[in-house]
Nanobody, 124 residues
Framework: HVQLVESGGGSVQAGGSLRLSCGAS????????VGWLPQAPGKERAAVAA????????YVADSVKGRFSVSRDNTKKVLYLQMNSLKPEDTAMYYC??????????????????WGQGTQVTVS
């Protein structure tokens, strides 16, 4: 059983930075996608940044490329999302989610099997 716990959200002014953390317990076999999926009101969740556990390949969506970066501490089993130059449109509940055998860039939220509780990011 996999459990994901996010932390690090908060309120910042436009142009500011935040770093989100996702701690994981349990194991997903194979090359799993562990990613960050923000949910703004009325919008579906889709990964903006993710990490493949098997190949250590990273995915960053074009919409946030140059501002967001993802990294993983394998020893601590923590996935980080560094968010810089934040914009009001980045405001959302950010969920950490994971699933095996996924293409992080195209997977729908239904394909992710494991979810954290979310952490709110508000940019004003």
């Amino acid at each position: 059983h996999v459990q994901l716990v996010e932390s690090g959200g908060g309120s910042v002014q436009a142009g500011g930075s935040l770093r989100l953390s996702c701690g994981a317990s349990g194991s997903i076999y194979g090359d799993a996608c562990v990613g960050w999926l923000p949910q703004a009101p009325g919008k579906e969740r889709a990964a903006v940044a993710a990490h493949y556990t098997g190949t250590a390949t990273k995915y960053v969506a074009d919409s946030v490329k140059g501002r967001f970066s993802v990294s993983r501490d394998n020893t601590k089993k923590v996935l980080y999302l560094q968010m810089n130059s934040l914009k009001p449109e980045d405001t959302a509940m950010y969920y950490c989610a994971a699933g095996g055998g996924l293409d992080c860039g195209t997977a729908t939220e239904e394909a992710f099997a494991y979810w954290g509780q979310g952490t709110q990011v508000t940019v004003s």
